[in-house]
């Protein structure tokens, strides 16, 4: 493989059999929030304002606390409850109809169902009890309190197999509403600074940092496709430059999520350069988390490959299969392993690297 001289180089990545290759409610108060975040995240997503943001978690907050109260008065004829965004009250299901004016005089919205809340709750139970029997094309099956039904999602033209699964349960068939849907649940894997991934299944790199839609690590891993350390699909190479420049981006599929931190628990939260002399970490898949100083800078670096320019010097050991793994100063990404010797390990800075592949850091 192209980099297999690299022996006594970091950025080398390992092969799985050890050999070395490239490897309207009053607002409430900000401050009262337990998460301050959360507004300017609910503003972005559900289109608020501020305040519309801070007036929304205060009526739903007294909406699952009347919830709470109304499910214990009302036993055996409460038909579940939603929050209604439209009107900001909590509307609630019952089944007994001499009881719709005591949930009316709490402030909430009346409903009269069909189905308890007990009674949706226990068919779930059945389901679950015979999941194995369930086939491939269902993918799940919940409580839906806005339509006091259990919602059963299905492929599409596969109505046929929820027919059976049924029957199998023995459930009440009008208690479930058959919901085809092409979307097929996945595990979600985050994308972590330091953790393996694999190059078309064979050798082994690190990943550096967290950007938008995936992640930079060294280019001279690339190009292929890319499996997570779980052997899981997780992309591949978008761009590389190797020689001149040891950098890498990969976009990962649906399945990964990038997070802005380390895999020890180190958040990213910027890319300011550390001085010269400054403690430094890195981390890889092979040696882990492994700290020294920050030595020389702009060094030009003759691999038998080629000639890489601009890359750091460090004193922070390393080993193959480290390739592309995160250098980090405090919390402020430096740059992504690229190679070196028994003393020295350089890191490609992770600055020109964003700018050349136009992507942005996830920050933690």
């Known amino acids: 493989m192209?980099?297999?001289?690299l022996l006594g180089v970091a950025a080398t990545a390992v092969v799985s059999a050890g050999a070395l290759v490239t490897g309207t409610p009053a607002a409430a108060s900000s401050d009262a929030l337990l998460n301050t975040e959360?507004?300017?995240?609910?503003?972005?997503?559900?289109?608020?304002?501020?305040?519309?943001?801070l007036a929304r978690i205060q009526s739903e907050t007294a909406a699952g606390t009347l919830?709470?109260?109304?499910?214990?008065?009302l036993a055996g004829s409460f038909g579940g409850a939603s929050y209604n965004e439209a009107t900001g009250k909590l509307r609630v299901g019952v089944t007994d109809a001499a009881k719709l004016a005591q949930v009316t005089a709490s402030g909430a919205e009346a409903e009269l169902v069909r189905f308890s809340a007990?009674?949706?709750?226990?068919?779930?139970?059945?389901?679950?009890?015979?999941?194995?029997?369930?086939?491939?094309?269902?993918?799940?099956?919940?409580?839906?309190?806005?339509?006091?039904?259990?919602?059963?999602?299905?492929?599409?033209g596969k109505s046929g197999?929820?027919?059976?699964?049924?029957?199998?349960?023995?459930?009440?068939?009008?208690?479930?509403?058959?919901?085809?849907?092409?979307?097929?649940p996945t595990l979600k894997y985050d994308v972590r600074g330091g953790d393996a991934y694999y190059i078309n299944n064979s050798s082994r790199c690190s990943i550096g940092f967290s950007v938008n839609g995936g992640f930079l690590t060294a280019g001279h891993c690339g190009p292929g496709t890319v499996t997570g350390s779980n052997r899981v699909a997780m992309g591949s190479f978008a761009r590389t430059?190797?020689?001149?420049?040891?950098?890498?981006?990969?976009?990962?599929?649906s399945n990964w999520v990038p997070r802005g931190i380390i895999n020890n628990g180190t958040r990213v939260s910027g890319s300011t350069v550390a001085a010269t002399?400054?403690?430094?970490?890195?981390?890889?898949?092979?040696?882990?988390?492994?700290?020294?100083?920050?030595?020389?800078?702009?060094?030009?670096?003759?691999?038998?490959?080629?000639?890489?320019?601009?890359?750091?010097?460090?004193?922070?050991?390393?080993?193959?299969g480290d390739s592309g793994g995160s250098f980090i100063a405090g919390n402020q990404a430096q740059g992504m392993l690229s190679g070196?010797?028994?003393?020295?390990?350089?890191?490609?800075?992770?600055?020109p690297a964003l700018s050349a592949t136009g992507t942005s850091l996830v920050l933690g």
């Open 2 to 5: 192209k980099i297999t001289k």
């Open 38 to 53: 959360m507004v300017p995240a609910l503003q972005r997503d559900l289109g608020l304002t501020a305040d519309q943001a």
């Open 67 to 73: 919830e709470q109260s109304l499910a214990s008065a």
């Open 118 to 156: 007990a009674q949706l709750d226990s068919t779930v139970d059945k389901l679950n009890a015979g999941e194995r029997a369930a086939d491939g094309a269902i993918t799940g099956w919940g409580v839906d309190a806005k339509t006091n039904r259990v919602t059963l999602n299905v492929l599409p």
């Open 161 to 184: 197999a929820v027919d059976s699964f049924l029957e199998k349960t023995g459930v009440d068939k009008t208690a479930v509403a058959v919901v085809e849907t092409t979307s097929v």
């Open 241 to 253: 430059s190797f020689p001149t420049n040891d950098y890498g981006h990969v976009r990962v599929n």
């Open 277 to 320: 002399g400054a403690s430094v970490c890195k981390s890889g898949s092979t040696t882990g988390w492994t700290c020294g100083t920050v030595g020389a800078k702009n060094q030009t670096v003759r691999y038998a490959e080629g000639t890489v320019y601009g890359m750091t010097a460090t004193n922070v050991r390393s080993q193959a």
């Open 340 to 351: 070196g010797n028994t003393s020295v390990t350089y890191f490609f800075p992770v600055r």
